[in-house]
């Protein structure tokens, strides 16, 4: 069973907060990933790291923004939520970048 | 740009009812295809990796196939535990990440 950690599994917020979302992996991979996922729809990577230090943008533009501060540790925040921003969050990661990946349980995000 | 799509959207079997899942694709240089169960409000769990054209992977009842152009999942005798929607991704050469199909959702009667 892979060994990554998301928290809140479930928030409510009011517009205009700011938000962190927690991932933690203890399988010591080097890349890690969000993904964005709507109900019933397809799963959109809005940001990657290869590593400490290293983040990038995914192919869903997305307000939020990312740190690597340690390899284990990948956190997503929104510094101004708004209720377009409901969504389902989902962080992974992988040992490398054409092995499989490992997902987190998801954070259901809902901006009131 | 690479591209996936699953097909059915949605597929209702009754429990014993063999059936297959398709994913046809279109990548530059296929890397790696992937296939993931996802249960409702969870996140993705892998289940296979198939790398190359003739390549086949078994779990129980489970079973992935690869060609050049697109991957089956064939599920036998399926129960309705493997209720659930089934994801496919590939990874190519033109990017580093993973590109998600819009998946297949089983339901499985008993």
């Known amino acids: 069973e892979a060994d990554i950690y998301q928290t809140p599994r479930y928030l409510v917020i009011g517009t205009g907060k700011k938000i962190t979302l927690e991932c933690s992996q203890t399988m010591g991979h080097d890349k890690m990933y969000w993904y964005q996922q709507d109900p019933g729809m397809e799963l959109h990577l809005i940001h990657y790291?290869?590593?400490?230090?290293?983040?990038e943008k995914g192919d869903l533009s997305s307000e939020s923004t990312v740190s690597r501060i340690r390899t284990e540790h990948f956190p997503l925040t929104l510094e101004s939520a708004r209720p377009s921003h409901t969504s389902q969050y989902l962080c992974?990661?992988?040992?490398?970048?054409?092995?499989?990946?490992?997902f987190g349980q998801g954070t259901r995000l809902t901006v009131v | 740009e690479d591209q996936v799509t699953q097909s059915p959207e949605a597929l209702r079997l009754q429990e014993g009812e063999s059936s297959s899942l398709n994913c046809s694709y279109t990548v530059s240089g296929l890397r790696g295809l992937f296939w993931y169960r996802q249960d409702p409000g969870k996140g993705p769990e892998f289940l296979f990796t198939?790398?190359?054209a003739g390549e086949e992977k078994e779990k129980e009842r489970l079973k992935a196939t690869l060609t050049k152009k697109e991957s089956f999942l064939h599920i036998t005798a399926p129960k309705p535990e493997d209720s659930a929607t089934y994801l496919c991704a590939v990874q190519g050469d033109a990017g580093n990440m993973l590109t998600f199909g819009g998946g297949t959702r089983l339901m499985v009667k008993p």
């Open positions: 198939l790398y190359s």
């Open positions: 992974a990661s992988s040992e490398w970048l054409n092995s499989e990946a490992f």
């Open positions: 790291s290869y590593g400490v230090n290293s983040t």
